[in-house]
């Protein structure tokens, strides 16, 4: 079986545009799941019980349930209640709320690594609850857990090819589109595994750079 | 409910399957997770690379990549396994993996001075590893292999793109055939959800047993 490189640098830029809507999902799905999680986690603290509660129930069932079946049930269900959304959107609204029940953790376990007596501080000068979270407590929460975040953003960028199920053309999704075209999957398909490689390497290399920056706090 | 019920059983019949593949899955990924966790860890220079080879192919390049390579790429090469066989051989490399960084952390967690008091002892350094350093850090492990336990069984959904009948193909199926898509994905996702349950109570009891007596006198 010989690697054919002229019909590989014939795809490559087919290839490469894949990795652009790869990379973009995995950027807006970033987004959308780091401010769901931090809502979630927030949510998990209310004062109301009910709501409590269904966040909690809501997050351990969004983590203990297959990505895929979400992405299907979202791409199926969602136009029967009217809500037509592009498939592409359809896909990064999967990615985010998966992730964000798992960063919505990551966000809870920063929140309570921040002494009580922040907390009671900040009731001592009468300051209302919405203004504790973003003066008090986000600023000392949040940074010590962006290395994990950005651990999961690496995730969820491992996870984008089951977008392709739903026929968004990412790198995984024009990788096979062409190899059914031309019955080569050879070339395609690893040419997919070493840019998937490449990726996660630098991305590994940059949560490293952000441990090390934000670990001296 | 009754229109939930006759969903059930093919439904139930590919969640044979996704329990059969988990459970051939994941002691092959356990037994990776050692092999390649302790190697990391060994004198030899070359059985340190190659873990670190193993280990960063399969964590750097996505599952779903994979199970397509191994399915379409590696019959070219003479490798042809069945279905099945291939599923369950991806997703234990690619557990494994990600448990050899878990059994690599785990060791690395376990007090220096063990350590030196096996040397104290005189002990060589492969029964330090097996009589001292192990077992303490095998407990340490459990609580994050039972998080990959259920990182495995979600993955397993991902084999009904190679053509397995799991719960997945078989929702997909009943889908294509009947449409009623709303209780049929949301049934098969209380499935999955239901036997994750199950999986994260059974790793909790075996973490009492295994842990006990050990973490009582950290317990606050």
């Known amino acids: 079986m010989n690697f054919d490189l002229t019909y590989l ?20 799905g970033t987004l959308l799941a780091a401010v769901l999680g931090l809502l979630m986690a927030i949510l998990t603290r209310s004062r109301l019980r009910i709501v409590r509660y269904a966040t909690t129930a809501v997050v351990l069932f969004v983590r203990n349930t297959p990505l895929l079946i979400q992405l299907f049930f979202l791409f199926y269900i ?16 999967a990615l985010g709320i998966h992730y ?35 003066r008090i407590i986000l600023p000392q929460a949040l ?8 651990n999961y953003a690496i995730a969820m960028f491992k996870d984008t090819p089951v977008l392709a199920t739903i026929g968004i053309l990412e790198m995984l999704g024009v990788a096979l589109a062409e190899a059914n075209r031309s019955y080569r999957y050879y070339e395609p398909l690893t040419m997919v595994g070493i840019l998937f490689l490449i990726f996660s390497l630098f991305s590994a290399v940059a949560v490293r750079l952000l441990e090390k920056r934000y670990a001296a706090r | 409910m009754t229109a939930l019920l006759d969903l059930l059983p093919q439904l139930m019949k590919g969640l044979q399957t996704t329990l059969l593949v988990t459970a051939f899955a994941a002691p092959l990924a356990l037994v990776m997770a050692l092999v390649s966790g302790l190697a990391r860890l060994a004198p030899i220079k070359l059985l340190q690379w190659l873990a670190i080879i193993y280990v960063e192919l ?12 191994f399915f379409y790429v590696m019959p070219l090469f003479g490798m042809s396994l069945d ?6 051989l991806v997703l234990a490399l690619n557990t494994g993996a990600y448990g050899s960084e878990v059994v690599r952390a785990s060791i690395g967690s376990v007090p220096k001075s063990q350590r030196e008091a ?3 002892l005189n002990m060589s350094p492969a029964m330090a590893l097996r009589r001292v350093i192990f077992p303490q850090a095998f407990v340490t492990m459990l609580p994050p292999f039972g998080n990959l336990l259920i990182e495995l069984l979600k993955a397993t959904s991902l084999l009904s793109l190679i053509t397995i009948f799991d719960l997945a193909f078989a929702g997909n199926t009943l889908f294509q055939t009947t449409g009623r898509t709303l209780e049929i994905y949301g049934l098969v996702l209380m499935i999955y959800f239901a036997t994750a349950m199950v999986l994260t109570l059974g790793m909790r009891w075996l973490e009492k047993r295994m842990g006990a007596g050990r973490d009582l006198e950290f317990r606050p």
Not at chain 1, 78 to 93: E, R
Not at chain 1, 106 to 129: D, F, S
């Open chain 2, 118 to 120: 096996c040397i104290a």
């Open chain 1, 78 to 93: 969602l136009p029967q209640f009217g809500i037509a959304l592009p498939t592409y959107l359809t896909g990064v609204i």
């Open chain 1, 100 to 134: 964000a029940a798992y960063m919505s953790e990551v966000y809870r376990a920063g929140i309570t690594a921040v002494p009580r007596g922040q907390w009671e501080a900040a009731h001592a000068l009468n300051m209302p609850r919405a203004l504790v979270w973003r």
């Open chain 2, 83 to 88: 279905p099945v066989t291939t599923g369950v």
């Open chain 2, 58 to 69: 399969f964590r750097g390049t996505s599952l779903l990549v994979q199970l397509f390579y």
């Open chain 1, 143 to 150: 940074p010590p857990i962006i290395p994990p975040l950005g």
């Open chain 1, 9 to 28: 640098l014939q795809i490559a830029p087919l290839l490469l545009k894949g990795a652009v809507v790869t990379v973009q999902a995995t950027v807006l």
